[in-house]
């Protein structure tokens, strides 16, 4: 079947997690890889939550190349789309649906350059193993994690063996925001620390406030400790400021020199207040602290003995956890507010592999001289589990997209151009060609 034939096919099927409902999409990938010849088998930690994983055969001596890509999407607001979500409809020279870009597409892609390989190789030069896990968008506990724990083999983890070298999702490339496109390898990610915050006072009447109160100590701590942390440029984010400021002009080129040069913390500290203009870049130079929930009482004129949040902290990825909560810890004690860890979900950051230079290279003639750039992330992929294991894992995906588009990920109308996943489809084959046949 056609690439495009099979992400329509993969967003009819409706994956929304929770529940995650993963198996006919499972299906469709596994007849399509079933159909070139690999041998494929499904692993699942329970019912109706299939992982995915097909073999192409090759030498055991290297590492194996995992294409990793998950099965299930996000939740929709269906009636602020302008398709049906769930319809694989095909408009304005797009293919519309939850998971076009997140990440059934690439899945698609990922099928298409193992099937080219099969069909245009007399053989693979290494193993390649194409796994497409459940349960992504709730953490991997199903998905990812599991299948790491329980079948490491499966994935190319084997005694003796390198580790694989993984392919999974990070960052798209990126057009209309600097003069030229911007084509990010995702070598890390911020960990993610998850935390609750207990605060305490005197319960009593809310017409006779008492002096301590739960509520109150609770919004002190979060004011003073919710936000950004001191700036500082990390290494794989300095190398990123050094290739921008080598292609940018004007003031831009000023600013990307600062934050590559010696002295880039410094910089960084003295623009982080203009540079917060961007979300993303703002929070890829300090750690963040984002309160997400907030509980306390339960009737108009009582005032409540306890008060929660939770707080969504995500750390550079050489911050340490453990002095960062104490950090917090001294904090919320001035007001007598508890620090609790929920989880912390980190990997480390992945080195200059050989892969790295396919992709690069690959990434080239993925539109009129992109800038090819080291990036973290902010947010968290299942590659986590693969790098804690010892593997180097790539967040890279083969689509130029504006913002207009990269904002209907986990937003509404997420689409794909057709132009641009046929440029995707051919990128993944040329990447998976150089680097295994
Ligand atoms: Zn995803």
Redesign the pocket.
């Known amino acids: 079947m056609p690439a495009t034939g099979l992400l329509r096919d993969l967003i009819r099927a409706n994956t929304t997690n929770p529940p995650g409902n993963e198996t006919p999409a499972v299906e469709l990938l596994r007849a399509e890889l079933d159909g070139a010849g690999l041998e494929t088998k499904i692993l699942a930690s329970e019912e109706g939550r299939p992982n995915l994983v097909a073999r192409l055969p090759g030498p055991r001596d290297r590492p194996a190349l995992v294409l990793l890509s998950?099965t299930d999407v996000v939740g929709v607001e269906a009636d602020s789309w302008s398709h049906d979500p769930f319809g694989g409809e095909i408009a304005d020279g797009a293919l519309w649906g939850r998971g076009a870009l997140?990440?059934k597409g690439i899945a698609a892609m990922h099928v298409a350059a193992v099937v080219n390989l099969v069909r245009t190789a007399d053989s693979a030069s290494r193993e390649v193993i194409f796994c497409a896990v459940a349960d992504?968008?709730t953490g991997g506990a199903l998905g990812a994690e599991w299948l790491l724990a329980e079948h490491p083999n499966a994935v190319g983890f084997e005694d003796g063996r390198p580790a694989p070298e993984v392919l999974g999702?990070g960052a798209f490339g990126l057009s209309g925001i600097l003069d030229r496109d911007v084509m990010p390898i995702v070598l890390g990610e911020k960990q993610a620390l998850w935390i609750d915050l207990i605060a305490r006072g005197e319960p009593g009447h809310g017409s006779m406030p008492p002096a301590s109160q739960a509520p109150v100590n609770l919004a002190e701590v979060l004011a003073r400790v919710s936000g950004f942390g001191t700036p500082r440029v990390h290494p794989v984010m300095r190398e990123q400021f050094k290739c921008l400021a080598s292609v940018a002009s004007g003031p831009r080129k000023a600013v990307f020199s600062g934050l590559a040069s010696r002295s880039a913390s410094v910089v960084a500290r003295a623009l982080h207040k203009p540079l917060r203009s961007s979300a993303t870049i703002a929070a890829l130079l300090a750690d963040t602290i984002t309160p997400t929930t907030l509980s306390a009482g339960y009737k108009h004129n009582v005032v409540p003995g306890e008060a929660r949040a939770s707080l969504d902290c995500r750390l550079l990825p050489d911050t340490d956890p453990e002095r960062f909560l104490a950090g917090l810890r001294k904090k919320a004690a001035r007001r007598g507010v508890d620090v609790q860890k929920r989880a912390l979900h980190d990997g480390p950051v992945t080195g200059s592999g050989p892969l790295n230079a396919v992709l690069a290279r690959v990434s080239e003639g993925l539109s009129e001289d992109p800038v090819i750039v080291p990036s973290l992330t902010t947010g968290m992929?299942d590659l986590r589990y693969f790098r804690r294991a010892g593997a180097a894992g790539y967040g890279w995906v083969p689509l130029v997209l504006s913002p207009e588009l990269l904002a209907t990920i986990h937003g509404h109308d997420e689409r794909i151009p057709i132009d641009a996943f046929g440029r995707g489809v051919e990128a993944m084959s040329e990447v998976v060609r150089r680097a295994a046949s």
Request: aromatic letters at 0%; hydrophobic letters at 15%; a negative charge.
């Open positions: 998950h997140d990440m992504e968008e999702e992929t």
